[in-house]
């Protein structure tokens, strides 16, 4: 079984920036896919953005041009820069994996809020 730790989560101010992390342990030989997702009150869980193992990257169009997904060079970190962030930001964050000889695993959620 993978794991997914999350950090990073906060309160942030509309205009403002917020990084965060996501640990993978477990005997992992690949990731094929390793992401975000957010999920706000009484709304479904969308797709924030992707990254595949060919370093190719998949964003949600709210999140174009202010949000980037990377990874550490241990490739078991990624993070969730965010940049520009918005009151409509304001969700629970999950990242998420799917690794090779693995089912999808999620985080555990992190809280981001922003407001003034």
């Known amino acids: 079984q993978v794991q997914l730790v999350e950090s990073g989560g906060g309160l942030v101010q509309p205009g403002g920036s917020l990084t965060l992390s996501c640990v993978a342990s477990?005997?992992?030989?690949?990731?094929?896919?390793r992401g975000w997702y957010r999920q706000a009150p009484g709304k479904q869980r969308e797709l924030v953005g992707v990254?595949?193992?060919?370093?190719?990257?998949n964003y949600g169009d709210s999140v174009k041009g202010r949000f980037s997904i990377s990874t550490d060079n241990a490739r078991n970190t990624w993070y969730l820069a965010m940049n520009n962030l918005k009151p409509e930001d304001t969700a629970v964050y999950y990242c998420?994996?799917?690794?090779?000889?693995?089912?999808?695993?999620w985080g555990q959620g992190l809280q981001v809020t922003v407001s003034s």
């Open positions: 477990g005997s992992i030989s690949r990731f094929y896919v």
């Open positions: 998420n994996a799917l690794a090779v000889g693995f089912t999808r695993s």
């Open positions: 990254i595949t193992s060919d370093g190719s990257t």
